[in-house]
Nanobody, 121 residues
Framework: QVQLVESGGGLVQAGGSLRLSCAAS????????MGWYRQAPGKQRELVAD???????NYGDSVKGRFTISRDNANNTVYLQMNSLKPEDTSVYYC???????????????WGQGTQVTVSS
């Protein structure tokens, strides 16, 4: 099993910046893709950004040019640098990782507990 621990959420003023991190740990595993999703009240969960192990990235349209995703493979950690934050970015942000277990020989997507990001106007 894989556990994802997120940190960095909080309250920030519009136009400000925030950096989220998510570290994966647990039993023997190999992580491929990692990413961030968000879900605000009354809305469906949407992709924020994802990144492959090789470093290829993809961003949701609403955050392109403002957010940057990166990862540290040595520490199984993914980051999300959020700049020029807007009130509409207010949401619960969830980290995810696709991991393959060498014990069960299966792969699945794991999710973090979510961290609240609130942007005031």
């Amino acid at each position: 099993q894989v556990q994802l621990v997120e940190s960095g959420g909080g309250l920030v003023q519009a136009g400000g910046s925030l950096r989220l991190s998510c570290a994966a740990s647990g039993s023997i595993f190999s992580i491929s893709d990692m990413g961030w999703y968000r879900q605000a009240p009354g809305k469906q969960r949407e992709l924020v950004a994802d990144i492959t192990r090789g470093g290829s990235t993809n961003y949701g349209d609403s955050v392109k040019g403002r957010f940057t995703i990166s990862r540290d493979n040595a520490n199984n950690t993914v980051y999300l640098q959020m700049n020029s934050l807007k009130p509409e970015d207010t949401s619960v942000y969830y980290c995810n990782a696709d991991a393959w277990s060498v014990i069960t020989r299966t792969s699945r997507r794991y999710w973090g507990q979510g961290t609240q990001v609130t942007v005031s106007s």
